[in-house]
């Protein structure tokens, strides 16, 4: 998948860390089958244009600067604010093109799927991000590729992890069913939120916490390519943008079947 910026239940935090890391080099053959990683991308909502029949807004973009060469790519912005904005923008601009197309929420594993389902079509999907968290991520990255000889700038949607204790294990939570997951947050101010609490609780490893930042693009590579068996640990947490529209649509369903 792609971030191409032309285009403009409950969990408990526990004490604990899991070792390991995912993110290496050497990455050997298909890890999780499709349906795993589609199962951890199915509780994230996204946003795209479509026309009444369903079919998505798509875009001719070069594929490097000032090449000839093109790709058709529709936009999934990550939140419903952007998604509405640009919609807002595009009637301005295209007023034929604009009132002709909707905002619709979908599944993030369907987004997967679609792409998988797509590539004969030439056709791509573009991830937009909030760009207040990519703001956040960039210190965070920096701060990380330090050692690097290219640190460059964040690209893409930005995922936030922590790890912890002397060996850094990532901070794990604990739903109601005992499983240790390994949370990975769309908002830093979510994952701040539980390492301010994991400090409450182990006050002698608040100085040995790192906040580390991934683009979603490189995680879905890894959950398809790497055999680390703690990325079925992995748990993607909602926005708070997302959980507030996830609850409207649980209210929404709740009021139709009692009617």
Known sequence: MKSLVRWGTTLSLVGSTLLGSFFTAN?????LPDQEVAARLQPIPVFTLTDAQGAPLVTTVPLKEGDSETANVAGV???????NAFLERLKTQNPDLGNSVQVVPVSLAEVYELEKNSQSQDLDFAFIPKQEQVQL?????????????DNGEFQGVPLFVAKAGQNQGYLTIQPQDGVQLIPFFFEKQQLQRMVDRYKGQQPNQADN???EVVPLEG???TLQKSDNQELSNIILVPSQESRQFLESLRRNSNSSESK
């Open 209 to 211: 916490i790192t906040i």
């Open 219 to 221: 995680l879905i590579s």
């Open 27 to 31: 990455l050997k053959a298909l890890a």
């Open 137 to 149: 991520a960039q210190p965070v990255w920096r701060q990380q590729n330090s050692n690097a000889q």
């Open 77 to 83: 912005f990550m939140s419903q604010q952007d998604a």
